[in-house]
């Protein structure tokens, strides 16, 4: 005689989205606590916080600004969280001719324009790991760029009017990241240079992407063009980070977490 045993599927591991500043975060955490059961952890002085929105298990934290910070954070989230995938959101200088304030940039690739420990190793290239490029997963970076694209559809004419920017585009591509702000037209001029293909520039995603690829854990990261990475980047960057961000991300990411759900 046989015995049927019933059993549970298993729980699904949580997806982890962060952020460098709270601005890019949009209203998530907000939409975790009315959703009700989140919980804050704080681990190597910083908040995660555990919970589910939008139909995902999420730990949403601030990876803080700087590759050192991001790759604690995304340790931080591997090991003591064991997340199944992450998503970055935020906003970044536009260094593609075409890439203008406002528009989108989903990550297919992300390097570190900073690194250089040649004659020993190539430029760019990681130390004993043989690679500068490191890849976004292509499945998370789709369902990202589909999110993005449907939120310029919905709601583009609308955020341009409203912030009176251009209506947004959204690019695929190359992201670079070091550990400097980028603000004046020589470096960008610089970074055209040497990686022509490179389209927006920031300080988090390739310390990310390398932690991710090392670990196994598939990435993507979208990127907002707050400014031009130029003279004026400061002061376009402050603006945009505490007018437009939060609008951006919160768009973007409950559209990206409700197909996410259902896959």
Do not use: W
Request: a negative charge.
């Amino acid at each position: 005689m046989s015995v049927l045993v019933e059993t549970k599927p298993a729980a699904r591991r949580p997806l982890g989205v962060l952020a460098a500043l709270p601005e890019e975060l949009g209203d998530l955490i907000a939409a975790m606590r009315e959703n009700g059961g989140m919980r804050t952890v704080t681990h190597g002085r910083r908040d995660y916080h555990v919970g589910s929105v939008h139909g995902v298990p999420c730990v949403v934290t601030l990876a803080r600004i700087g590759k050192v910070a991001a790759a604690a954070t995304v340790s931080a989230l591997i090991h003591a969280f064991d997340v199944e995938a992450i998503v970055f959101a935020g906003v970044a200088g536009g260094v593609g001719r075409a890439v203008r304030i406002g528009d989108i940039v989903v990550s297919d690739a992300l390097l570190q324009h900073d690194l250089d420990a040649s004659p020993l190793f190539p430029r760019y290239e990681v130390p004993l790991l043989g690679v500068s490029r490191f890849n976004a997963d292509p499945s998370l970076a789709a369902r990202l760029a589909d999110a993005c694209e449907r939120f310029v559809a919905e709601e583009g004419a609308m955020l341009a009017a409203r912030f009176g920017t251009q209506l947004p585009r959204v690019h695929r591509g190359l992201v670079i990241s070091g550990d400097r702000f980028v603000a004046s037209a020589a470096e960008v001029e610089a970074l055209r240079d040497a990686l022509p293909d490179a389209l927006a520039v920031e300080m988090e995603g390739a310390a990310i992407a390398q932690v991710c690829y090392e670990y196994g854990v598939p990435c993507a990261v979208v990127r907002t063009i707050s400014d031009t990475a130029d003279a004026h980047a400061a002061a376009s960057f402050e603006t945009f980070l505490s007018e437009i961000a939060g609008t951006y991300s919160a768009g973007i990411l409950s559209r990206f977490l409700r197909d996410y759900a259902v896959t």
